[in-house]
């Protein structure tokens, strides 16, 4: 068996950032050869995930990229065991890593599965496992496109949003403004042509029976329900909202201060919440 000196256990330590015990025993596996101390390493702790894969990912963070383009960007919900590891900046840089690769491909939802299992993923995943010692599920994956792309991670790691515009706002403070209103209000969809018409229906149909129960006369009746349909829009639409920082902008929608700084539209939205 080879002689694995001092040097050779922290040179390995800082490559892998696991305990020297461990490191010691790879070298010594392995008869010194570091690369392959490293191979032994990964086959080591992908059995020990496998054996693990089935306990409960409770805590996560949002990763995000955007290329440098801005024309291009992607977000991931990456779910871990216990809050320590959401927010060790290990876990996160893979979480951003996680977002990159999903950002290089075509798709718009990729299956995680896909970017889980990539080589160069599936090498890094198997080595913070190593050092993070926790199961780690890749839950949600999105792409997005457009002139203007931006995002917002909140402080916390775990709401995250990813917006696409169809042209670069006059002032980068309208795009920041937007992306921490959209997490604020957090709305069903970019504008009321997209909102799920099952929940139209139900603000319609509780309105008139309402209305009726209250003896409304019919023509007031079709009135009062086409107010709270619209109200119900202005609430859940994103263009349609009040934008949150009335304090910057006055009393003006979403889309009237986006026109202002000269975008017309949003043509998509990613809004993520850990365990949402």
């Not at 020990?48 to 440098?68: C, L, P, S």
């Not at 990159?100 to 995680?112: D, M, N, Q």
């Not at 670069?168 to 997490?183: G, I, R």
């Not at 799920?196 to 329900?225: N, T, Y």
Request: proline share 4%; net charge neutral.
């Amino acid at each position: 068996m080879a002689n694995v000196s001092p040097q050779m256990v922290k040179d390995l330590r800082e490559t892998t950032g696991l305990p020297m015990m461990e490191c010691k025993q790879a070298l010594m596996e392995n008869n010194g050869d570091l690369e392959a101390a490293k191979d032994w390493l990964r086959k080591k702790h992908k059995g020990k995930m496998a054996e693990r894969a089935g306990r409960e990912t409770g805590e996560g963070r949002i990763g995000v990229f955007i290329d440098g383009t801005r024309k291009v960007g992607a977000m991931v919900e990456l779910r871990c065991e216990t809050a320590p590891v959401a927010v060790n900046e290990v876990f996160i840089d893979l979480a951003n890593a996680m977002a990159k690769k999903v950002a290089s491909g075509r798709e718009a939802a990729p299956h995680p599965d896909t970017i889980r299992n990539a080589p160069e993923i599936e090498s890094r995943f198997t080595e913070v496992y190593g050092k993070m010692r926790e199961t780690m599920n890749l839950i949600r994956c999105r792409r997005v496109i457009g002139e203007f792309v931006t995002s917002y991670v909140h402080h916390d790691g775990k709401t995250g949003v990813l917006l696409a515009l169809d042209a670069a706002p006059s002032s980068e403070s309208v795009a920041a403004d937007l992306c921490m209103h959209t997490a604020f209000a957090k709305p069903l969809a970019i504008d009321r042509s997209a909102i799920p018409a099952a929940d139209v229906e139900k603000v319609r149909s509780l309105a008139r029976e309402v209305a009726v129960a209250e003896g409304k006369p019919e023509q007031i009746v079709d009135k009062i329900v086409a107010g709270q349909v619209n109200a119900f829009y202005a609430q859940k639409a994103l263009m349609e909202q009040l934008h949150a920082r009335s304090d910057v902008y006055g009393k003006k929608t979403v889309g009237e201060v986006l026109k202002a700084a000269g975008v017309s539209a949003v043509v998509d939205m990613v809004i993520m919440v850990v365990g949402g």
